[in-house]
Nanobody, 126 residues
């Protein structure tokens, strides 16, 4: 599998913005479902946002209206109005089989994806 490589994490104050990027061209060109997933300390992985094979986009309710997922040759996540509860390791993930169309319920997404990056840390202070 071609590795996914995230960048753009860092530390910001509440209300600030960050943009994450992921080198995912192999999967985007293949037409795979691609997504961002996060894991806060002591919690399970949580689907943040994903782009289906048909271009449909799904957001977790906790980030809708604040985060924007997009793709060109790479995958991006624009995060605005960040809150302390957004603090987590953020992972880029993909379905290497290109069989998954999209997820109406983003809660089911993390366990279905088989290719993951190493993660980039986002820390939001109050």
């Amino acid at each position: 599998q071609v590795p996914l490589v995230e960048s753009g994490g860092g530390s910001v104050q509440a209300g600030g913005s960050l943009t994450l990027s992921c080198k995912a061209s192999a999967y985007i060109e293949y037409g795979s479902y691609v997504a961002w997933v996060r894991q806060a300390p002591g919690k399970e992985r949580e689907g943040v946002a994903g782009i289906g094979r048909d271009g449909r986009i799904t957001y977790a309710p906790s980030v809708a209206g604040r985060f924007t997922i997009s793709k060109d040759k790479d995958l991006h996540l624009q995060m605005n109005n960040l809150k302390p509860e957004d603090t987590a390791m953020y992972y880029c993930a993909a379905d290497s089989t290109a069989r998954i169309l999209w997820f109406e319920n983003i809660e089911n997404m993390p366990t279905a994806l088989d290719t993951w990056g190493q993660g980039t840390l986002v820390t939001v202070s109050s």
